[in-house]
């Protein structure tokens, strides 16, 4: 057990027992922030700071990186094994230092480590990745599952992107579909654009173990959850995959803002996400689903709403004032949108957005995605 209270640390280096399974759950208060959270069970700190929405630093989440390393100004911590991991010295010990993916409180805790609020707050880095998984969700849409090195974990903000990064060192942007917590391997929704290097190697040549260089996060799309503002969100296309990082992390953490998604796309077809979507909403009683599509066909039997997916949302919210307003699609869509929003009272400082770019050199009739932008072929 390694206790600190006022500089009085006390370090028992001959226990080897790991700590005991308990329903009892301890009070962790964040210095300087003074966010507080509960961790429960043989929770590690780390893991319960993500369960509340709290991003604390990190890499491995397996005690190696030093990546989450803080400080405990109050109360008792344990390790699984009994000791603190090999890369923290006695010194670090002695003034306090843990590695909060690893500790365990049994007590209550006052800590002092550096939070993510936002995107300034985590450095890119580039890593190998291996192919984890593939699923086709429709005619053009590939969920690729990638899975980093064993001693390695992707810190990152719901609603940010990484870089594929080709051999020749061109890149590919994909917004992360998956919400942070749920780290074990990241998710990319791949549109095919015929002609589109990296898309047309996903659809016709990739295969599952296939190896991949990555970097990131990067971008300035992501969730503010210091704004209580009821949210909007629209999406086109593959515009949705941010967006479920965002509704999935939400669910994470509880949330009680009323939300409502409109997704738009062109055939019934292209709605890939429908079913998982509308099954999210029947389960949370904050979250509403609008699904609309601009050109359905007659086979497609639609009785939902069609048109223009920002002109629906204007229609059931024409003061947006009052809002917090998330976006992210196709460029057209985004510039339609953001014309016709400032015209119904959007604050600009609560609206974020995310255009889906067609890369320079893939598509040279389209222009190279603006700095946040994600660009894809």
Same mark, same amino acid.
């Given at each position: ?5 006022? $500089? ?16 009892? @759950?301890? +009070? ?74 690893? %500790? ?16 300034? #707050? ?15 969700? @429709? ?11 064993? %001693? ?10 990484? #870089?594929?990064?080709?051999? #020749? ?50 971008? +300035? ?72 599509? @601009? ?33 992210? $699609?196709?460029? %057209?869509?985004? %510039?339609?949108?953001?014309? #016709? ?11 974020? +957005? ?24």
């Amino acid at each position: 057990m390694f206790r600190h209270n006022g $500089g009085n640390f006390l370090l028992r280096r001959k226990q080897t027992s790991a700590p005991r399974v308990t329903d009892m @759950s301890y +009070q962790v208060t964040i210095e300087p922030s003074g966010h507080r959270f509960t961790v429960g069970g043989d929770e590690s700190v780390l893991d319960a700071a993500l369960r509340h929405g709290l991003v604390i630093p990190y890499s491995c989440r397996n005690g190696t990186c030093l990546t989450c390393m803080g400080k405990v100004v109050e109360g008792e911590i344990g390790y699984p094994g009994g000791e603190p991991p090999d890369c923290l010295d006695e010194t670090a010990v002695a003034v306090g230092q843990a590695l909060f993916c690893q %500790a365990r409180p049994t007590s209550d805790l006052v800590i002092e480590v550096r939070e993510v609020r936002d995107a300034g #707050d985590l450095a890119p880095r580039r890593t190998r990745c291996r192919v984890a998984g593939m699923e086709r969700l @429709s005619r053009d849409v590939m969920r690729l599952y990638l899975k980093l090195p064993d %001693a390695e974990r992707l810190a990152f903000l719901p609603g940010q992107y990484i #870089d594929i990064l080709l051999r #020749d060192g061109r890149r590919r942007s994909f917004s992360l579909a998956n919400a942070p917590h749920d780290d074990e391997l990241l998710e990319l929704h791949v549109r095919h654009i015929e002609g589109g290097e990296f898309s047309e190697q996903v659809f016709f040549n990739m295969e599952e173990k296939a190896l991949l260089r990555m970097e990131g996060p990067y971008g +300035q799309f992501y969730l503010r959850e210091d704004d209580d503002r009821p949210i909007l969100m629209m999406a086109g296309s593959t515009g949705i995959a941010p967006l479920k990082s965002i509704l999935d992390h939400l669910v994470h953490i509880g949330n009680r803002r009323a939300v409502h998604l409109y997704w738009g796309v062109r055939e019934r077809q292209d709605l890939y996400l429908d079913g998982e979507l509308r099954a999210l909403a029947e389960g949370c009683s904050w979250l509403t689903y609008t699904p609309c599509l @601009s050109e359905p066909r007659a086979e497609d039997a639609w009785e939902g709403r069609i048109g223009l997916v920002h002109n629906m949302l204007l229609h059931d919210h024409p003061e947006l004032g009052s809002h917090a307003v998330y976006m992210s $699609g196709p460029p %057209a869509m985004i %510039a339609a949108a953001q014309r #016709d929003f400032h015209r119904h009272g959007v604050d600009p400082d609560h609206l974020h +957005q995310d255009a889906f770019e067609f890369a320079a050199d893939s598509r040279p009739d389209l222009t190279a995605g603006t700095q946040g932008s994600t660009t894809t072929d």
